[in-house]
């Protein structure tokens, strides 16, 4: 079994930042594609950013430029850095993670964190 932790949401002002952090835990042999998901009240869960395990990173066109994810192999995490937030980033923010385990690195498996809230209010 896998399984991840975020940590690091909270209240923020507008054009505050936060570094939201997700650490993965277990039976894991590797990790591949890392990725932060968010979904705010009344809508669907959609994609924030993913980092390859190459390292190649995407961005949602609109936290372009001003979210970054990076991932640290050795600790098995992977970051978000939320700069300029803006009231409309609100939103539980859902760590996710294709990991390859222990007894069957042939198979790869999705895995989601329980969240952690983001709030970004004056």
């Known amino acids: 079994q896998v399984q991840l932790v975020e940590s690091g949401g909270g209240l923020v002002q507008p054009g505050g930042s936060l570094r939201l952090s997700c650490a993965a835990s277990?039976?894991?042999?590797?990790?591949?594609?890392l990725g932060w998901y968010r979904q705010a009240p009344g809508k669907l869960r959609e994609l924030v950013a993913t980092?390859?395990?190459?390292?190649?990173?995407n961005y949602a066109d609109y936290v372009k430029g001003r979210f970054t994810i990076s991932r640290d192999n050795a600790k098995n995490t992977v970051y978000l850095q939320m700069n300029s937030l803006k009231p409309e980033d609100t939103a539980v923010y859902y760590c996710?993670?294709?990991?390859?385990?222990?007894?069957?690195?042939?198979?790869?498996?999705?895995?989601w964190g329980q969240g952690t809230q983001v709030t970004v209010s004056s």
């Open positions: 996710n993670a294709d990991v390859n385990s222990l007894g069957a690195v042939w198979n790869s498996r999705n895995y």
């Open positions: 277990g039976s894991i042999f590797s990790i591949n594609t």
């Open positions: 980092v390859s395990g190459a390292g190649t990173a």
